[in-house]
């Protein structure tokens, strides 16, 4: 049986439902429970959960980048944002 690869795109609708979809929405939150639990200032808490969701730290660009989001946005808004990275969504 031959299976051709998945393309490693999400349509709008896909994409949608990552975003506001109530059981990711409930993940989200929960993860930020925890980091907020694991980690005492945001910029630790932020990297905390970049590395549960990737399973590798990021980059010093890219946390900055998500401590400045986190702080206007709220930690459950950065969890539900690292949910919908592609590297998240598709395994290489």
């Known amino acids: ?3 051709d690869k998945r393309n490693e795109s999400l349509s709008p609708l896909q994409a949608l439902a ?5 059981f990711m929405l409930t993940q989200s939150t929960i993860l930020a429970e925890r980091v907020a639990r694991e980690r005492g200032e945001v910029k ?3 990297a905390r959960a970049y590395e549960l969701v990737l399973g590798r730290p ?3 660009a890219t946390l900055e980048r998500l401590v ?3 702080r206007e946005q ?3 808004a950065t969890c539900r944002a690292l949910f919908n990275l592609n590297e998240f969504a598709f395994v290489d």
């Open 1 to 3: 049986m031959r299976v």
């Open 58 to 60: 990021p980059s010093p």
């Open 74 to 76: 709220g930690l459950p």
């Open 44 to 46: 630790a808490q932020v």
């Open 18 to 22: 990552l975003l506001n979809n109530g």
């Open 68 to 70: 400045v989001f986190a």
